[in-house]
């Protein structure tokens, strides 16, 4: 897998955009980005993942620079309760003999009121 | 919505005691997993379980042994719990194929004294 770098921590106002970067510039052509959170004391919660195009859903929006090397997880309106670390992964898609989940040392992302 | 509970958010066993952590998921997924997170270490897999009764170990598999007798549940189980065992405990679950987005348990925080 990739390997990734995300600045250890952040902070956003809250209603603001938090716009968190990762960078994979050795991420091969057929590595997605994954984006997990997690919130103090609870297990990690999936949020996100594309491969190039930039994706959105009902949590967030992921964009991949066109060279694939960096990606910016954007949450339009952040709220107290989007207090977490936020992990970036650069993974193929599917199992194979590689079934876990590497998980770095994240960005904890502060939302102030 | 999927759901993962697991049996306790927290325990408090003694050292030398026979320690169960049960895991149940309402998606009728293929693959489930246990991980321990510790400071500094991230998340580690104990065990996989890419369906009834079958099972792979994970990167830190010593001290620890699982049960998958039915589906929707995975049961981890430390034969003698010792000190270093005191972790938070994670267990997750998802579709066959997709080990990238794995839905995670609120975890077991396990204190053995």
């Known amino acids: 897998d990739a390997k990734t770098t995300q600045p250890p921590s952040m902070d956003c106002a809250e209603g603001r955009a938090a716009n968190l970067p990762c960078n994979h510039s050795t991420i091969s052509g057929n590595e997605y980005v994954y984006w997990y959170r997690q919130i103090h004391s609870q297990g990690p919660q999936y949020i996100i993942h594309?491969?190039?195009n930039n994706e959105t859903n009902e949590m967030a929006s992921l964009i991949i620079t066109e060279d694939r090397k960096s990606s910016t997880l954007i949450l339009p309106h952040a709220t107290l309760r989007d207090t977490a670390v936020y992990y970036c992964i650069v993974r193929m898609r599917g199992g194979g003999s590689n079934y876990k989940l590497t998980f770095g040392k994240g960005t904890l992302l502060t939302v102030n009121p | 919505d999927v759901k993962v509970t697991q049996s306790s958010r927290y325990l408090v066993k003694r050292t030398g005691e026979k320690v169960f952590l049960e895991c149940v998921q309402d998606?009728?997924?293929?693959?489930m997993f246990w991980y321990r997170q510790d400071p500094g270490l991230g998340l580690r897999l104990i065990y996989f379980?890419?369906?009834?009764?079958?099972?792979e170990k994970g990167d830190i598999p010593e001290g620890y042994s699982v049960s998958r007798e039915k589906k929707e549940r995975f049961s981890l189980i430390l034969e003698s719990a010792s000190t270093n065992q005191t972790s938070m405990y994670l267990c997750?679950?998802?579709?066959?194929?997709?080990?990238?987005?794995?839905?995670f348990g609120p975890g077991t925080r396990l204190l053995v004294l």
């Open positions: 998606m009728d997924h293929e693959n």
């Open positions: 997750a679950s998802t579709g066959r194929g997709r080990v990238e987005t794995q839905y």
């Open positions: 594309g491969l190039k």
């Open positions: 379980s890419y369906d009834v009764k079958m099972k």
